[in-house]
């Protein structure tokens, strides 16, 4: 059974610049959430979709946007990156509530 | 909201030996308590969760926990550890009305020395 995918694996940007990142589920999962993780911040949480819909968010800059499609995957967009945005998003995805959560291996971004 | 305090950045500890890795959370609503880890350059696996019931989980692995509801705890325990437990594990918390909104702990980075 195939992982939670995510890409690009790898990827650096320049300030200013705005970046997409996706991620394709298990299959049979709807929901998709989204997480940051830096040194310093550590992992938290950016938002979650079920359904094509945002169902939880957490708190960060309107820069930092999601969406997801009628196949779940699910995309999440970074515009006027800055060099504070360079982290691993990791991914993770479940059947719906109080399934087991299951996280892809991230994409690394870093802004230069 | 919740928060969750793994008051350990880092564990030394040797081969076979036994391994207590601490986490405290904080919560004014009835939680749900997850240890989960991170091998280098890879995402989160899932080691074990506490939804309700018994207060001592088994996982994967040989790791097991146990919910301390009056002390607001949940350390993960692992009565022999081998030089592949080398990783970096984080507790996490969430709860009824969020149960995929994960508030992490910090991580505890786990060094097993042969």
């Known amino acids: 059974k195939a992982g939670v995918t995510q890409t690009p694996r790898y990827l650096i940007k320049t300030r200013g610049q705005q970046v997409t990142l996706s991620c394709s589920p298990i299959s049979g999962h709807r929901s998709v959430s989204w997480y940051q993780q830096t040194p310093g911040q550590g992992l938290q949480f950016l938002f979650e979709?079920?359904?094509?819909?945002?169902?939880n968010k957490g708190n960060f800059p309107g820069r930092f946007s999601g969406r997801q499609f009628s196949n779940s995957r699910s995309e999440m967009n970074v515009s006027t990156l800055e060099l504070g945005d360079s982290a691993l998003y990791l991914c993770?995805?479940?059947?719906?509530?109080?399934?087991?959560?299951?996280f892809g291996e991230g994409s690394w971004l870093t802004v230069v | 909201a919740q928060s969750v305090t793994q008051l350990d950045s880092q564990v030394p500890v040797f081969e076979e030996a036994p391994v207590e890795l601490r986490c405290n959370y904080s919560s004014s609503v009835s939680v749900y308590l997850f240890w989960y880890v991170q091998y280098p350059n890879q995402g989160l696996q899932l080691l074990l969760k506490?939804?309700?019931?018994?207060?001592l989980v088994k996982g994967i692995n040989g790791f097991e926990a146990e919910f301390n509801k009056s002390q607001t705890s949940f350390h993960l325990r692992k009565p022999s550890v081998h030089i592949s437990d080398t990783a970096e594990y984080f507790c996490?918390?969430?709860?009824?009305?969020?149960?995929?909104?994960?508030?992490f702990g910090s991580g505890t980075k786990l060094n097993v020395k042969p």
């Open positions: 993770a995805t479940s059947i719906d509530i109080g399934n087991t959560i299951y």
């Open positions: 996490a918390v969430s709860d009824r009305g969020n149960f995929n909104k994960f508030y």
């Open positions: 506490y939804l309700s019931g018994s207060t």
């Open positions: 979709y079920f359904s094509e819909t945002q169902r």
